[in-house]
T-cell receptor, first 112, second 115 residues
Framework: DAGVTQSPTHLIKTRGQQVTLRCSPK?????VSWYQQALGQGPQFIFQ???????QRGNFPDRFSGHQFPNYSSELNVNALLLGDSALYLC???????????FGSGTRLTVV | GESVGLHLPTLSVQEGDNSIINCAYS??????FIWYKQESGKGPQFIID?????DKRQGQRVTVLLNKTVKHLSLQIAATQPGDSAVYFC??????????????FGQGTTLQVKP
């Protein structure tokens, strides 16, 4: 059983560009959360999706948006990239009847 | 405000010794806490969790202690092994149940195990 799968694993973008990151949750998991982890820091909550709706959101600007599909997979979109958006972006999924979250290995985004 | 902090950025221990990693939290209403291990190039991996109605919980070689009076929790690793070398995060679950809330992470403690 595959865990949480994220793609791509690495990418490099230029300031001002837009990027889309993808996440496939663990089998059976219907809730997907996205986190940003700057180098040397703990992950910071961006937002959470459930039933294709954004359920809650952290303190991130509107440049960060997302989507969840009927198969529970999710995308994170970031517009007008800034150098400070360089980070590891983590996706976590969870199951309604059980505790906790399963994290993917992340997408390393570098903005130059 | 919400914050979760760890006392030491780096902890160095000898292989075979016990390790203790500490964490302080600020929200007295928090009721669910999780410890994660993150190895280089990987996402956080669940180690153990504890709810606020408990003071202690044990897993395989790991124990989490929760002191609600001083808003402090700790992770104890018995007989530390080289494979335990990683960054350890405590996280506080807020705003929902244990699988729908958002996680507030501390900055992490790097555990270095010396052979």
């Amino acid at each position: 059983d595959a865990g949480v799968t994220q793609s791509p694993t690495h990418l490099i973008k230029t300031r001002g560009q837009q990027v889309t990151l993808r996440c496939s949750p663990k089998s059976g998991h219907d809730t997907v959360s996205w986190y940003q982890q700057a180098l040397g820091q703990g992950p910071q909550f961006i937002f959470q999706y459930y039933e294709e709706e954004e359920r809650q959101r952290g303190n991130f600007p509107d440049r960060f948006s997302g989507h969840q599909f009927p198969n529970y997979s999710s995308e994170l979109n970031v517009n007008a990239l800034l150098l400070g958006d360089s980070a590891l972006y983590l996706c976590a999924s969870s199951l309604p009847e059980a505790d906790g979250y399963t994290f993917g290995s992340g997408t390393r985004l570098t903005v130059v | 405000g919400e914050s979760v902090g760890l006392h030491l950025p780096t902890l160095s221990v000898q292989e075979g010794d016990n390790s203790i990693i500490n964490c302080a939290y600020s929200n007295s209403a928090s009721d669910y806490f999780i410890w994660y291990k993150q190895e280089s190039g990987k996402g956080p991996q669940f180690i153990i969790d504890i709810r606020s109605n408990m003071d202690k919980r044990q897993g395989q070689r790991v124990t989490v202690l929760l002191n609600k009076t001083v808003k402090h929790l700790s992770l104890q690793i018995a007989a530390t092994q080289p494979g335990d070398s990683a960054v350890y995060f405590c996280a506080e679950n807020q705003g929902g149940s244990s699988n729908t809330g958002k996680l507030i992470f501390g900055q992490g403690t790097t555990l270095q195990v010396k052979p």
